[in-house]
């Protein structure tokens, strides 16, 4: 009978330690947000994923967040599946709860017929984070008011007329990011990217900080993310053309995801 009591003993306590471990192993567990897109979400890095990650650290009742950005320069979505980059890339991140996906620019620009290719290239790649990551909930992301305005209405009704059929939510950052620009000004979220060419030559000098040689446009440009020389150069033809946000623009972006996403970390 002592033994027996002895044996019982022992298991409640491992049986004990197990369950605090768990508790323990959940609560310390990061929620894990995956960011896929075009430049307009790999520009970001690292001040958008970390600006997510800041905004939650204090709000109680949730786990840490971890968001990594894994978006790509002229990327579609049909060039993230069809290139191998999804295969070496995303496909084995692991233990992913949430993944914001935002095509919708390049694939206009490039993968016309747009109403012919975009939705099945987004559904394909649906297709394939479901199947991969099917645990994860994919929100669905508008494009920013990157083209022009209709063009970017037609694209953003076709973004959510597939998550629909495909039956996923839609992060709506378009009129959010819109009021921003209202707000701050026209100019204010966005990079001046500009090549040194059409740039007196007298300034050289004083822009040699923000000039490089970008091997794409074979040429050396002038990239600036705040709006300090505008007063220099606003006037040039073209000088506030790149809408791709600056800081400002990911740090307002951030802030918006964390809107949205705040509601679903604390009902999970």
């Not at 070496?88 to 919708?104: A, N, T």
């Not at 039956?167 to 990217?193: N, T, W």
């Amino acid at each position: 009978m002592r033994k027996l009591l002895l044996l019982l003993t022992i298991f409640l306590v491992i049986n004990n330690f197990a369950v605090q471990s768990a508790e323990g192993d959940a609560a310390n567990k990061k929620v894990k947000i995956l960011l896929i897109g075009d430049s307009t979400t790999e520009g970001g890095k690292p001040t958008f994923e970390t600006t997510i990650e800041q905004l939650l650290v204090d709000e109680e009742g949730i786990p840490a967040v971890e968001a990594i950005n894994v978006g790509r320069g002229g990327e579609t979505a049909y060039s993230l599946l069809n290139t191998g980059r999804y295969d070496r890339e995303i496909k084995e991140i692991d233990s992913v709860d949430y993944i914001f996906l935002r095509y919708g620019i390049n694939d206009w620009l490039k993968r016309q017929p747009f109403e012919e290719n975009f939705p099945g290239d987004m559904k394909a790649l649906i297709g394939q984070l479901r199947m991969d990551f099917p645990e994860s909930q994919i929100i669905v992301m508008t494009i920013l008011p990157f083209l022009k305005e209709g063009d970017t209405r037609v694209v953003n009704e076709f973004i959510v007329n597939i998550a629909a059929e495909e039956k996923l939510d839609v992060f709506d950052i378009c009129p959010a990011y819109q009021r921003g620009l209202e707000e701050h000004g026209k100019y204010s979220m966005s990079v001046r990217f500009f090549p040194l060419s059409e740039i007196p030559e007298k300034y050289h000098e004083l822009v040699a900080q923000y000039t490089k040689y970008y091997e794409w446009k074979k040429a050396d440009w002038v990239r600036v993310y705040t709006n300090e020389l505008d007063p220099l150069f606003g006037h040039l033809p073209n000088w506030y053309k790149d809408k791709h946000p600056n800081p400002t623009g990911y740090r307002l972006i951030a802030r918006e995801t964390v809107k949205y996403i705040l509601p679903k970390l604390k009902n999970k």
